[in-house]
C-alpha cells in the first residue's frame, strides 16, 4: 500500500511539472516579448504617440535595412539608405513594397535596431509594422514609419559612443486562413496542370 501512494504521488508530481513546463512554454512568448518592448531588449524599439519637446545638438546617422523572409515574395526596400536628425527630433523615412504577382498578400513586419543596446531609446510614433499589410497583385506603395531617438539616451553612459543607428525590417506572409487557402488553391491547380 505503501509504495502505490508514493508511486501516484510521484506520477502527479511529475505530472504537475509537465503540465508546468508546457504553461511556461506557452507562457514564455508573451511574457518575452513584454520584457523586450518594456526595455529595449534585443533592439526592441519603443512606442510613443507624441514626440519629445527637448531637442538636442547631439546628432545621430539613422540607416536603414529591409528585408523578407524566404516565402515572402514581395520587393521590399528603404527609399532612402540612410537620415541624419538631431536627439529628440521626429524624422519621417519611407519603406517601399511591391507586390510582383497575381495575387493580393497580406503581410506584416518584424523590426528591431542596432545596437541592440539603444532600442530602449528609438522610438516610434507612427509605423507600418503596427498593423498588417496588404498587396494586390502589381501593387506598389510607400509605407512611412516616423520616429526619434529619446533625449535620456544622452544620461547613458553606455550610449555615449553610438553615432549610427540601423533600423532593420524583415517582411513575412501573414499566417492566416485565407492566404493558407489562396496558397494550397495554387498548389492545386499547378499539379493539376502538371498532369
Known sequence: MRKANKSNRLALTLAAVVVGMVGMAYASVPLYSL????????????????????????????????????????????????????????????????????????????????????????????????TEQVLKPGERVDMPVTFFVDPEIDTDPNAKEVKVITLSYTFFVADDDDSKTDISARAEKKSVDVN
Open 35 to 130: 520584457f523586450c518592448r518594456v526595455t529595449g531588449y534585443g533592439g526592441t524599439t519603443q512606442q510613443a504617440s507624441i514626440a519629445p519637446d527637448v531637442i538636442l545638438d547631439r546628432e545621430m546617422t539613422i540607416e536603414f535595412d529591409a528585408n523578407t523572409s524566404s516565402g515572402m515574395p514581395w520587393d521590399f526596400k528603404p527609399a532612402q539608405h540612410r537620415i541624419k536628425l538631431k536627439v529628440g527630433e521626429t524624422a519621417m523615412a519611407f519603406f517601399e513594397a511591391y507586390n510582383p504577382t497575381d495575387r493580393t498578400i497580406k503581410g506584416t513586419a518584424t523590426f528591431n535596431v542596432t545596437p541592440q543596446k539603444i532600442g530602449q531609446y528609438f522610438t516610434k510614433i507612427d509605423c507600418f509594422c503596427f
